[in-house]
C-alpha cells in the first residue's frame, strides 16, 4: 500500500519560513517523479514544484526564488523548503508521486495535505 505523509505545515507569520516533509512507503521512490501542490481556498490544486526520479527541478514562477524542492532518495522522503512566505502562500499543501514526470499534474499517489497559514 503507498503511503504519502506530509508534515510541517503550520501557522507563521508572513517572512517566516518553513519546510514540509513528505514521508514515501510503498513505492520505489527513486523512481518516481515528485511534486508539491496546494490548493488555495476556493481555488483548483496546483503544481508548484516538480523533481524528477534523477533530481532535476522545476519551480513555478509564482514562488521561484522562494521555495526550493529537494528529496532524499535514501530516506524515501521529499522536502519543499518555503521562505520569504507571503499570505497569498496560504493554502493546503500536497505531494504526490507519478511514474512519468510527464503526468505529475495528475499523479498516481496523492498524500493526505498539510496546511500552511501565513498571517499578514
Known amino acids: 500500500q503507498v503511503r504519502l505523509v506530509e508534515s510541517g505545515g503550520g501557522l507563521v507569520q508572513a517572512g517566516d519560513s518553513l519546510r514540509l516533509s513528505c514521508a514515501a512507503s510503498?513505492?520505489?521512490?527513486?523512481?518516481?517523479?515528485m511534486g508539491w501542490y496546494r490548493q488555495c481556498a476556493g481555488k483548483q490544486r496546483e503544481l508548484v514544484a516538480s523533481?524528477?526520479?534523477?533530481?532535476?527541478?522545476h519551480v513555478e514562477d509564482s514562488v521561484k526564488d522562494r521555495f526550493t524542492i529537494s528529496r532524499a532518495n535514501g530516506k524515501n522522503v521529499l522536502y519543499l523548503q518555503m521562505n520569504s512566505l507571503k499570505p497569498e502562500d496560504t493554502a493546503v499543501y500536497y505531494c504526490?508521486?507519478?511514474?512519468?514526470?510527464?503526468?505529475?499534474?495528475?499523479?498516481?499517489?496523492w498524500g493526505q495535505g498539510t496546511q500552511v497559514t501565513v498571517s499578514s
Open positions: 510503498g513505492l520505489t521512490f527513486g523512481s518516481y517523479a
Open positions: 504526490g508521486a507519478s511514474r512519468l514526470f510527464a503526468t505529475l499534474k495528475s499523479p498516481n499517489y
Open positions: 523533481i524528477t526520479s534523477g533530481g532535476s527541478t
